[in-house]
Structure formats: C-alpha cells, structure tokens
T-cell receptor
Framework: AQSVTQPDIHITVSEGASLELRCNYS??????LFWYVQSPGQGLQLLLK??????LVQGIKGFEAEFKRSQSSFNLRKPSVHWSDAAEYFC??????????FGQGTILTVHP | ETGVTQSPTHLIKTRGQQVTLRCSSQ?????VSWYQQALGQGPQFIFQ???????GRGNFPPRFSGLQFPNYSSELNVNALELDDSALYLC??????????????FGPGTRLTVT
C-alpha cells in the first residue's frame, strides 16, 4: 500500500537555527512528492513539489527539499528559521489521477 | 486571480442529518479533489472530480457523494452524519488532464462538527 511517513510529530527550534523535517515514502514506483504548510485553522499552502529531474527542489519562503531514491526520503530544509515559520508541515505523495496521500504532519514550534 | 473558496466556514449538525459543502475552484482549474482532515491527522482523500465526472475515490462509504458543475465548482454531500464525520473538509483544485497529476491548491476548509 502507498504510504507517506513523517517520523517527527513535533519539532522545536530556535529562531535563526536550521531546520530539517523528515519524510519517507513507500510506493511501488517513484511518486510525485509535495510539501504543504498549514497554519492553525487554515487550509494547506504548497511549499514545493518534485515530479522528476533535479533532486534538489527549491520552494517558496526559503524552503528546499531533497529527493533521495536510495533512502525513499524527501526531507524539507530551511537554513534559518523565522518565527513566522511556526505551523504544521505535511509531506504528501501521489501517483495517478491526483490522489494525494499525506503524512501525519510535523508541528514546528519556533522559540525566540 | 481568485483562489479556492469554500462555504460555509463552520457548520454544526446533528447525527443522522445531511450536509452539503461547497467549493469554488481556482480560475482556470478543471479538477476538484475533496479531503477530510480529522483533528491531529493528515488529510485523507475522499474523491476527485474531473470535468463533472468522478475520477477516483478513497476509502469512504457511499454516503459521501459529490458533484462538479460546468463552471468546475463542486459540492460534497454527506448523508446520515456520524460523530466521526466531525472534521475539517478541504477542497483542492488543479489544472490537469485525466489520470495526470499536478499540484493541488487548497481552500481554507469547512469545519464540520457533528453532535
């Protein structure tokens, strides 16, 4: 069965520190991969996507993600976190017809 | 360019009732997907509509049904509401051809509470 796993439920970092959020996928073939961010009570905002090609993907708000086929991972990174980055982050994978399978999410807390 | 909009924002219903949620897709988008997000969980795929036809369905019972209209807006209908249906319902639109994945843009959601 297709699945996306985010091993970390909650991560706390200090403002200005670097960030890495983990995502692992289990699919028969390489899926399309996405990272979304959700602020409390809000919908999901697309940060970046990987369809094919360059394995390092740049997104909005200074985020990037690296696709590693050998590790079945698509980790999200940011070199310097801002207080406004506090939110919940979701990794998602998809194959055909646009059905996205989401991970359980990682809540990011940023300390001043 | 108008983004994805959903109505209503919040809704409280009683167990056994029926509910209709509405979604207007982003301009130029022809595909709408619906997701259910329970508290503390990631969104779960309900179904997708492409050019007014259902184009895929997740593991939800038939009492979850939908429609897509010629202007690509969509409705999600849930009959015989159960307490477990309490969740945030998210609509996402995309511009795609059938069976082709593309990035999905989400609306703010409708918070449904079933008592």
């Amino acid at each position: 069965a297709q699945s996306v796993t985010q091993p970390d439920i909650h991560i706390t970092v200090s403002e200005g520190a670097s960030l890495e959020l983990r995502c692992n996928y289990s699919y028969g073939a390489t899926p399309y991969l996405f990272w979304y961010v959700q602020s409390p009570g809000q919908g999901l905002q697309l940060l970046l996507k990987y369809f094919s090609g360059d394995t390092l993907v740049q997104g909005i708000k200074g985020f990037e993600a690296e696709f590693k086929r050998s590790q079945s991972s698509f980790n999200l990174r940011k070199p310097s976190v801002h207080w406004s980055d506090a939110a919940e982050y979701f990794c998602a994978g998809g194959t055909s017809y646009g059905k996205l399978t989401f991970g359980q999410g990682t809540i990011l807390t940023v300390h001043p | 360019e108008t983004g994805v909009t959903q109505s209503p924002t919040h809704l409280i219903k009683t167990r056994g009732q029926q509910v209709t949620l509405r979604c207007s897709s982003q301009s130029g988008h022809n595909t709408v997907s619906w997701y259910q997000q329970a508290l503390g969980q990631g969104p779960q795929f309900i179904f997708q509509y492409y050019r007014e036809e259902e184009n895929g369905r997740g593991n939800f019972p038939p009492r979850f049904s939908g429609l897509q209209f010629p202007n690509y807006s969509s409705e999600l209908n849930v009959n015989a509401l159960e307490l477990d249906d309490s969740a945030l319902y998210l609509c996402a639109s995309s511009s795609s051809r059938q069976r082709e994945i593309s990035e999905q843009y989400f609306g703010p959601g409708t918070r449904l509470t079933v008592t």
